[in-house]
């Protein structure tokens, strides 16, 4: 029997993208897409990552709601974008050219219901409903079991992802242990921590196509315990399914040993220092990602797409702050470059105490490993997003960096414009992660990140990115929050 109909669980907004794209693979001329499904299902979001896969990332895609049909020119061939939400009968499907259409080009049709009998009897049927904090995606295409299977394959269902776990943990000889889930992060992967007799491990869960690969974090872990830091053993593997065991490194997080033993904090952020100063004397992996001053700019206006965006209605005209930054970045913080780690700070290190040396402080979440300049980890560790470092205990860290650096009287500019940079981009994700993602509890963190903005505005050598800032960026009062709390889980995904 041939396989007619799959059912897609579509758990975040990037799922919907990345199906969108894996549909745009198996479209030629002539295939007719009728996306149905109530408001805010996700019809146009989906018809948007086809058409971006098909034309390109920055393709301008709006809702053809009021124009009723957008066309596009692809390297396949013509595409139609329509939505018939407006028509009030199936025989105005004819006035738009879509019979045309449906022989000689790629046709997205939403509201298909308005076709009446006119909709074709070969076209793939899709139908998309909220479920939770995602989406449901029925999908029916008689006599394509080939893009059936594939769809299949690259979005199992969460019954299926079970399956493919236990499989993991069995055939990792620990088939019989207990399951305890682990605190998540801004991304896609979940942790468990799995128990038996003989002791912990942790199940890192990372979905393939949601993000960072595993084996990239396989790789770094190896680079940093043979530098004698201490990454988690990874115990297991199956980087295709996406599924790491690691050693469990226990529970105390920076933050939490700090939180019940405020007096520690000189000695741990004296450690981390060290840990920092050690790995960036020695070479770091090959061909890692080296992002240019204009790449780093470029990120940080995610405080326009985002941010602003959310507080004003409209991300803006933002190449006065994006030139401004690059500048300074250039002029101060654009050197050598060192292997940096990117989230470097107190809820991603954890204290060893039992172990020696630069041992006792602990890894975590460094697949995003890059180069970058020396001082960016070192700003994370210091000024971190979610809680206060002492004044004291940062001053004493910097003299101690400052004095390892080939020209300490120039690292102040450097930390202040490195912290700029790091605080807007925060902004950019902590806004969008509400706004797509429809995690609001990053949102009470954006007043200390706002804060550590200014005082590193302050310093001389952004003067020009402090003024842009004046002009551009609004401060992010209760009343501005509260914007960004309405529109919460309501913005696509770009």
């Excluded at 939403?110 to 989406?135: C, F, K, Q, Y």
């Excluded at 196509?209 to 315990?225: E, K, M, Q, S, T």
């Amino acid at each position: 029997m041939q396989t007619t109909e799959a059912t897609l669980t579509l758990a975040t907004e990037e799922d919907t993208t990345r199906f969108g794209r894996a549909l745009s693979r198996h479209l030629g001329t002539g295939d007719v897409v009728l996306l149905s499904g109530p408001i805010g299902a996700g019809k146009t979001h989906l018809a948007r990552a086809v058409i971006r896969a098909l034309t390109g990332p920055g393709e301008d895609v709006p809702s053809p709601t009021f124009t009723l049909v957008q066309t596009y020119d692809t390297a396949i061939g013509s595409l139609w974008h329509a939505d018939l939400y407006r028509l009030s009968h199936p025989d105005e499907v004819w006035e738009l050219g879509l019979d045309d259409a449906f022989a000689t080009a790629i046709s997205l049709v939403e509201w298909p219901d308005r076709l009446g009998t006119h909709a074709p009897a070969n076209a793939i049927r899709i139908s998309m409903r909220p479920v939770g904090d995602g989406r449901l995606a029925e999908v029916m295409a008689p006599g394509r079991d080939g893009l059936l299977a594939a769809l299949e394959a690259e979005f199992p269902s969460p019954a299926d992802r079970k399956l493919q776990s236990a499989a993991f943990v069995a055939a990792a000889g620990w088939s019989g242990a207990t399951c305890a889930h682990l605190a998540g992060d801004a991304s896609d992967r979940s942790y468990q921590r799995l128990t038996r007799p003989e002791g912990t491990a942790v199940l890192m869960d990372a979905p393939p196509g949601r993000g960072d690969p595993p084996a990239a974090f396989v790789a770094i872990a190896n680079h940093l315990r043979r530098l004698g830091l201490s990454a988690p053993t990874v115990l297991a593997q199956n980087p295709d399914q996406g599924f790491l065991l690691l050693e469990d490194l226990g529970d105390r997080l920076y933050a939490r040993h700090l939180a019940a033993q405020s007096a520690d904090e000189a000695p741990l952020y004296t450690a981390a220092t060290d840990v920092l100063l050690h790995l960036q004397a020695r070479p770091a992996p090959a061909d890692l990602p080296d992002p240019s001053a204009t790449d780093w700019a470029e990120a940080a206006m995610l405080v326009s797409t985002w941010y602003r965006r959310a507080i004003t209605g409209e991300a803006g005209e933002d190449a006065p702050l994006r030139n401004a930054l690059q500048g300074a970045l250039r002029v101060h913080a654009d050197g050598p470059r060192v292997l940096i780690l990117r989230d470097y700070h107190a809820e991603n290190l954890l204290w060893l105490p039992e172990r020696q040396g630069l041992a006792r402080v602990g890894l975590l979440d460094f697949q995003l490993a890059q180069m970058g300049q020396p001082g960016y980890d070192f700003v994370s560790l210091l000024q971190d997003a979610r809680r206060d470092v002492g004044v004291g205990t940062e001053a004493a860290m910097i003299a101690r960096f400052a004095a390892r650096q080939p020209a300490p009287e120039t690292f102040a500019a450097a930390y202040a414009v490195l912290g700029a940079q790091r605080a807007l981009r925060i902004l950019g994700i902590f806004a969008r992660l509400c706004l797509v993602a429809g995690k609001a509890q990053y949102l009470p963190l954006i007043p200390r990140v706002w804060v550590l903005l200014q005082r590193n505005l302050a310093h001389p050598a952004l003067a020009v990115v402090a003024s842009a800032c004046d002009d551009f960026l609004p401060e992010p009062t209760p009343d501005a929050l509260q914007r960004i709390v309405q529109a919460c889980g309501r913005f696509p995904s770009p």
